[in-house]
């Protein structure tokens, strides 16, 4: 495909989810399912309990790690937070950032996302940034108004270069853990929408070296006709990413659209 410049990008978030012994199986399991898949950017978000262990279980396999959330501030009295010095000291590449169970459970705004990306930013994470509607907003015509809002507060100030660390992810929040996705016509429309923000943002260049993943109910079997859709580059996984052989079996479908559109 013209202008796709990278390999497919698959997140798995294990939410509140694994004790450690329960996260290093599913971890060697995870890095035995993606063997030979790694043209993938492959990024696996414990809780932070379980980052070290599975930190350890994907060392040399090229599989990364994130955590789920993180705090603003680097260092403080903030009790029960973790900051972004902290997960990059556990071993962390990525993080998320804004995702809607946050937003809908912990009073999560685009004020904090926004905080929260630069963050990860001064700490050399690369911030998940999540964005997507409720079903209200959906249904009353208001979807694309949502999601230009969520990112011009989500992405204030940062710089070009910035963006560069940044990836997204549009998650339909009636998608999420429902059994729900979104046709790929109604993912690609906001995907290419976004890029289209980015592009008037940022350049062209920019916005369309920018990662945009898709999520909400992701399995091996719509994957790769998600994956098809131009302006999608990968997925942000949950239910399915708590079976090896189904997250593999997402990376394996996108890595054959991505295969053949080269
Ligand atoms: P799901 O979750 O795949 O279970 O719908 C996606 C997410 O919350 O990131």
């Known amino acids: 495909m013209a202008g796709r410049k ?3 990008f698959v997140a798995g978030n294990w939410k509140m989810h694994m004790t450690r012994p329960e996260a ?3 971890a060697e399991k995870a890095v035995a399912a993606l063997a030979g898949l790694h043209e993938s950017e492959i990024v696996l978000f414990p809780s932070f309990t379980a980052l070290a262990e599975v930190g350890r279980a994907v060392a040399g396999s090229g599989i990364k790690i994130g955590a789920q959330d993180l705090h603003w501030e680097d260092k403080g009295a903030f009790t029960g937070e973790v900051s972004a010095p902290m997960l990059r000291d556990a071993g962390c590449t990525h993080v998320l950032v804004g995702h809607s169970e946050r937003r809908q459970y912990f009073g999560e705004t685009d004020e904090s996302v926004n905080r929260k990306a630069r963050a990860a930013l001064r700490s050399g994470l ?7 509607e409720v079903l209200a907003e959906r249904e ?4 694309i108004e949502r999601i230009d809002a969520q990112l011009s507060a989500g992405l204030r100030d940062l710089a070009s270069g910035e963006m560069e660390a940044v990836v ?7 998608a999420i853990g429902t059994g729900k996705t979104a046709s790929p016509g109604q993912a690609e429309e906001v995907h290419a929408h976004i890029r289209r923000r980015l592009e008037e943002s940022y350049g062209k260049d920019r916005a369309s070296c920018a990662i945009i993943l898709y999520g909400g109910s992701v399995k091996p079997a719509n994957s790769y006709s998600l994956f098809k859709e131009k302006n999608i580059d990968g997925f942000l996984v949950g239910g399915a990413s708590l079976d090896a052989g189904d997250f593999a079996g997402i990376a ?3 890595l054959r659209a991505y295969r053949e559109e080269k």
Do not use: D, F, K
């Open 24 to 26: 290093r199986e599913l």
């Open 168 to 174: 997204l992810a549009y998650e339909p929040v009636w």
């Open 126 to 132: 690369t911030p998940i940034v999540c964005v997507g």
């Open 252 to 254: 394996a479908e996108a």
């Open 6 to 8: 990278r390999g497919p």
């Open 140 to 143: 009353s015509g208001r979807t």
